[in-house]
C-alpha cells in the first residue's frame, strides 16, 4: 500500500533563510512523487514533481525538491524563503501498480518577516 | 477562466438534506475525483472516474455518491448529510498519462452540516 508522511505539522522560518519541508514515503512500485501548495481559500496548486532522472528536480517559484531513494525521502527546499511562501503544504505519492495519489497530511509553512 | 471550476463555493445545509456539488472543466482530461480535506487529514479520495462510463469508489465512499454527466462534468451528492461530513472539497483532473500527470484542482466548496 501506498502511503505519505510529512512529520511536521508547522514549520516556521525567517524571511530570507533557507526553508525545508520533509516528506517520507512507501510505495510497492516505482514511485513518482509531487508537491502541492495551497494557499488560502484557493485549491491546490502542482510544484514540481518526480518521475526520473535527475534527483534534485526544480519546480515553481524557486522550488524546488530532492530525491532520496535510500532515505525514501522528498523534501522540499527554497533557498531564500519570501513571505507569500506562507502556506499549507502538501506531498502526494503514486507508484505505478497503484491507480492514485496518496496525499501526506500537509504541512503549514510559515514565513516571518 | 478557470479550468476546473467548482459550485456552490460555500454552502450551509441541515442534518438529513441532500446536497449536490458539481464540478466541471475544460481542461479536456479523462480522469476526474472528488476529494474532501479535514484538517490534520490531508486529501482523501472519495470517488473518481477515468471516463464516462468508469466510476469508481475511493477511500471514503460511503455516504456519497457521484454522477459523471459528460467528459467535462462530475457531481457529487450526499444522499443525507450528516454534520461528520463537514468539510471542504475539492474536484481534480488529470490527463490521461496518469503515472506521470500532476492533478488540476478547482478551487473547492466549503460544505457545513448543522
Known amino acids: 500500500a501506498q502511503s505519505v508522511a510529512q512529520p511536521e505539522d508547522q514549520v516556521n522560518v525567517a524571511e530570507g533563510n533557507p526553508l525545508t519541508v520533509k516528506c517520507t514515503y512507501s510505495?510497492?512500485?516505482?514511485?513518482?512523487l509531487f508537491w502541492y501548495v495551497q494557499y488560502p481559500n484557493r485549491g491546490l496548486q502542482f510544484l514540481l514533481k518526480?518521475?526520473?532522472?535527475?534527483?534534485l528536480v526544480k519546480g515553481s517559484y524557486g522550488f524546488e525538491a530532492e530525491f532520496n531513494k535510500s532515505q525514501t525521502s522528498f523534501h522540499l527546499k527554497k533557498p531564500s524563503a519570501l513571505v507569500s511562501d506562507s502556506a499549507l503544504y502538501f506531498c502526494?505519492?503514486?507508484?505505478?501498480?497503484?491507480?492514485?495519489?496518496?496525499f501526506g497530511p500537509g504541512t503549514r509553512l510559515s514565513v516571518l518577516p | 477562466d478557470a479550468d476546473v471550476t467548482q459550485t456552490p463555493r460555500n454552502r450551509i445545509t441541515k442534518t438529513g438534506k441532500r446536497i449536490m456539488l458539481e464540478c466541471s472543466q475544460t481542461?479536456?482530461?479523462?480522469?476526474m475525483y472528488w476529494y474532501r480535506q479535514d484538517p490534520g487529514l490531508g486529501l482523501r479520495l472519495i470517488y473518481y472516474?477515468?471516463?464516462?462510463?468508469?466510476?469508481n469508489k475511493g477511500e471514503i465512499s460511503d455516504g456519497y455518491s457521484v454522477s459523471r454527466q459528460a467528459q467535462a462534468k462530475f457531481s457529487l451528492s450526499l444522499e443525507s448529510a450528516i454534520p461528520n461530513q463537514t468539510a471542504l472539497y475539492f474536484c481534480?483532473?488529470?490527463?490521461?498519462?496518469?503515472?506521470?500527470?500532476?492533478?488540476?484542482f478547482g478551487p473547492g466548496t466549503r460544505l457545513t452540516v448543522l
Open positions: 481534480a483532473t488529470s490527463g490521461r498519462d496518469f503515472y506521470y500527470n500532476e492533478q488540476f
Open positions: 510505495v510497492s512500485g516505482n514511485p513518482y
Open positions: 518526480y518521475i526520473t532522472g535527475d534527483n
Open positions: 502526494a505519492v503514486r507508484d505505478n501498480i497503484g491507480q492514485n495519489f496518496v
Open positions: 481542461k479536456g482530461h479523462d480522469r
Open positions: 472516474s477515468f471516463d464516462v462510463k468508469d466510476i
